[in-house]
Structure formats: C-alpha cells, structure tokens
C-alpha cells in the first residue's frame, strides 16, 4: 500500500485548475494519483470562507495546523505521574532512580531533565532538587600521605568481590577553613552510609569521629581509606573497632569509588564552604536517613535500609 504524503504547492495548484475546469473529485484524484478522500479532505478544510480554492491559503491553513498540531507533554498527560515525579524530586531522587521506581508505563529519565530544564514543574528546579545541580563537574580532594601497615594491594579478595557486609571505605568532607566538617564511612556491599560531624581535622579528632560514624549495627570487617593525614591515627581505629585498615594509593580516589560517589551526593546537602560548625545533629541525621532511603542502581533499585532488610 502506498504510503500517504502531504499536498505539494505544486499539488495544490493543479487541484485548484481542475475545481475551476469543472471536474469532479473523483476525476481530479485520478489525474492527480490520489485518493478521492485525500482530495474531498483537502478542499474542506483549506477552503476559504465564500467557498473558492486557493493553493496559497491552502498551503498557509495546512501549515498553521501543522505548528498546533504537537504531541501533548507526557507529565502534562499523565497527573499520576506528573505528582510520582513531584514526590521523587522532594526527597531528592534522580530522574533515573524515578523512572525506574515507576510501576506504569515505562518512561525515560530525560522526560524528568526537561522539565526541569524547560520549568514545566513550578516550584522544582535542577539547581535545588538534582545532585550536580545541572552541571556536570568533579573535583578531586587533596590526599596528603601517610606511611600506611596495609595498602590496598593487601585486601583479600572477598572485600573487592564486595561479598559481605562489613567492609568500609571512609572519608572526610571540610566546609570553609576553620570551620570544620564531617567524616564520612560508606558500607561497600549494601552502600549505607554513616557520618559523624568533626570541628577541626587532627588525627585525634577524626578517630573519634570515625569511631562514631562506625556504631551503626553493622560489623566493621575492615575499612578503606586514602592518605590523608588525618588517619595518623589508624592503629587505634583498629585497636577500638576490632579491624584491618587499608590505605589506597597516592591520589587514586577511584580506589574508594564508592565513597567518592556518596560523598558527591553528600555534597549536594552541604556544598562547599558550609559552615559545619553550625549544622545540628538533627541535620545531619536528616541527611543520613534521605541518602539511606534513597533506591540505587547497583542494588536493583534497592535503597540501602531495604538492602539490609533483606539481608537479615
């Protein structure tokens, strides 16, 4: 069958020649090698008001149609989603962790990016709801060394299988100078994520932070960390904690990807320069319990707190 095209200026023309030579529409349609409908459709609705044909005003009615004629935005469409997508975006979900915690009819992340980006949901916005607020960028900390026991050419092989629960990999997070920040320890099998505010950077200070950052219910098999020299004080971390600390090696983050990546999210509640000397437990507990519950990819669309849920 072939396929149908739209009338041509030309088209339009030589029907408007035929109309006033008198022939009929089925006539016209076999000397144009068109269908008789196609023709009676054309003449109906591009005519003008006293009933004559013109190809000019015909092909201006046709193409004012053709810039009305769009497809209706799909969480313009759908209400149910329009509000899921809402729902989402409050509790600081990323447009592919919504499109996939939607249980109707599949849609893509990039439905949720426009909208953002176009301001089709009022009152959300890339810089205050997505993560990277609408700019891609990474930057590197500095790891500062430390003479380490292990390395992390020393784990055994079931801490990189990620194949218990009970191996960590920590950090720090620093707001502006002086005004302290957070140690951050992140679970490396279920990806749960604990912190522990610290006023300044010294050994001392951090141990004690990653001590409490380490309460969580969770075993602590071994922990993970990089360079820096707040960790001097790792042989009592693993004397109080009961565990093995390994070190990565000299500006290689990836080496913790897993920490790096929540960190990245972390960053997202407490950007840089936050002053942490002014941020409350409360706060902090706010933000440990959204990131939590927050489904991931690598766990099958699992938050953390379902993770282990289903795990014991």
Request: hydrophobic letters at 30%; proline letters at 4%; aromatic letters at 10%.
């Amino acid at each position: 069958m072939k396929s149908y095209t739209h009338f041509t200026l030309e088209e339009r023309e030589n029907l408007r020649i035929k109309l006033t030579e008198g022939k009929s529409f089925r006539q016209i349609a076999l000397e144009l090698g068109r269908n008789v409908s196609s023709i009676s459709r054309e003449v109906s609705r591009n005519k003008k008001d006293d009933g004559s044909y013109n190809a000019y005003w015909g092909r201006s009615m046709y193409q004012s149609r053709r810039q009305k004629c769009k497809r209706r935005y799909r969480l313009e469409a759908d209400i149910e989603l329009q509000k899921f997508v809402m729902e989402g975006l409050d509790k600081y979900w990323s447009p592919e962790i919504i499109a996939a915690r939607w249980h109707g009819k599949s849609f893509s992340p990039t439905t949720v990016y426009n909208a953002l980006k176009k301001k089709r949901l009022p009152g959300y916005s890339e810089r205050s709801h997505l993560r990277r607020r609408g700019i891609r960028k990474y930057c590197r900390g500095d790891n500062r060394a430390i003479r380490p026991d292990k390395t992390i050419h020393d784990r055994p092989k079931i801490i990189d299988e990620r194949a218990r629960l009970g191996d960590w990999e920590g950090d720090t997070i620093l707001g502006a100078p002086n005004n302290g920040g957070i140690v951050t320890v992140v679970d490396r099998r279920s990806r749960f994520l604990g912190m522990a505010l610290i006023f300044n950077k010294k050994a001392d200070t951090v141990e004690k932070a990653m001590c409490r950052a380490l309460s969580s219910a969770l075993p602590v098999a071994s922990i993970t960390l990089d360079n820096g020299s707040e960790f001097a004080n790792f042989r009592q971390i693993e004397k109080t904690l009961k565990t093995t600390v390994y070190f990565t090696d000299t500006h290689s983050p990836w080496q913790r990807g897993t920490n790096e990546n929540i960190n990245g999210l972390i960053r997202f509640f407490f950007p840089k320069g936050t002053d942490f000397t002014n941020v409350a437990q409360n706060k902090l507990d706010e933000v440990i319990a959204l990131i939590n519950n927050r489904p991931r990819k690598c766990l099958g669309w699992l938050s953390p707190v379902e993770f282990l849920e289903c795990c014991t």
